[in-house]
């Protein structure tokens, strides 16, 4: 009888050990078939800023034929802060019908307004941990000022695809997850410009790109 039960086991256990070496062998063997083109790639490198403190605060994103006209944005809004009199952060990049949150974290009045051609609206003055949102579905670069300190400034930068990425202080970017094909790289930044780049993506890789931005707007 103990025997008879421990065959059983050891049976089952067989099965199940035989169901789950098939399902590992299935779907690695089903892996190569996919051609490296249905793989997304990448773009990364450095944005070099002339005549800035550093090289942060560039938006690089790109544009292209190959992108979708449509993306649903994301359910979490985003934040941007008025602390120690500064706006934070100062450059911010959202896609397009995402929700900014508005935040006053200091003990003294701030405003918001937008004197701008894309948007121009003012959300009024509010007190510490006060809190306005606005959604933005309007791609284009949106200058926030504060009324109260005429020395603040913010800029929401609307994109329409999820494909950008704000450089870090060194200047460094990777936008990932991008279908391949051919795009054109831009960049925004308050002072600087430079012409779209030419970009090719390649599936399963990442494309090296490194820049420096000399000229003013
Ligand atoms: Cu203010």
Same mark, same amino acid.
């Given at each position: 009888?103990?025997?008879?039960?421990?065959?059983?086991?050891?049976?089952?256990?067989?099965?199940?050990?035989?169901?789950?070496?098939?399902?590992?062998?299935?779907?690695?063997?089903?892996?190569?078939?996919?051609?490296?083109?249905?793989?997304?790639?990448?773009?990364?490198?450095?944005?070099?800023?002339?005549?800035?403190?550093?090289?942060?605060?560039?938006?690089?994103?790109?544009?292209?034929?190959?992108?979708?006209?449509?993306?649903?944005?994301?359910?979490?809004?985003?934040?941007?802060?008025?602390?120690?009199?500064?706006?934070?952060?100062?450059?911010?990049?959202?896609?397009?019908?995402?929700?900014?949150?508005?935040?006053?974290?200091?003990?003294?009045?701030?405003?918001?307004?937008?004197?701008?051609?894309?948007?121009?609206?003012?959300?009024?003055?509010?007190?510490?941990?006060?809190?306005?949102?606005?959604?933005?579905?309007?791609?284009?670069?949106?200058?926030?000022?504060?009324? $109260?300190?005429?020395?603040?400034?913010?800029?929401?930068?609307?994109?329409?695809?999820?494909?950008?990425?704000?450089?870090?202080?060194?200047?460094?970017?990777?936008?990932?997850?991008?279908?391949?094909?051919?795009?054109?790289?831009?960049?925004?930044?308050?002072?600087?410009?430079?012409?779209?780049?030419?970009?090719? $993506?390649?599936?399963?890789?990442?494309?090296?790109?490194?820049?420096?931005?000399?000229?003013?707007?």
């Amino acid at each position: 009888m103990k025997n008879k039960e421990n065959l059983r086991t050891i049976t089952r256990h067989l099965l199940y050990l035989t169901l789950l070496l098939s399902f590992f062998i299935l779907t690695h063997l089903s892996l190569p078939a996919y051609d490296a083109q249905d793989e997304n790639g990448a773009v990364s490198g450095t944005i070099k800023v002339f005549r800035a403190r550093h090289s942060g605060d560039a938006v690089v994103y790109l544009e292209g034929a190959g992108i979708k006209k449509e993306y649903p944005p994301p359910q979490e809004a985003s934040l941007l802060d008025q602390k120690n009199l500064v706006f934070h952060p100062r450059v911010l990049p959202i896609l397009k019908g995402t929700t900014v949150n508005f935040l006053n974290s200091d003990d003294v009045q701030h405003n918001v307004f937008a004197p701008g051609k894309v948007e121009k609206f003012n959300l009024g003055t509010w007190g510490k941990n006060g809190k306005k949102e606005r959604t933005f579905n309007e791609p284009g670069e949106i200058v926030i000022l504060c009324n $109260v300190h005429s020395e603040m400034v913010a800029y929401v930068i609307i994109l329409e695809n999820p494909f950008f990425f704000k450089t870090d202080e060194e200047g460094h970017f990777k936008i990932e997850n991008i279908p391949p094909g051919d795009y054109q790289l831009k960049i925004w930044h308050e002072k600087m410009k430079l012409a779209p780049q030419k970009i090719t $993506v390649v599936g399963g890789e990442t494309t090296e790109i490194n820049l420096e931005l000399t000229k003013r707007k």
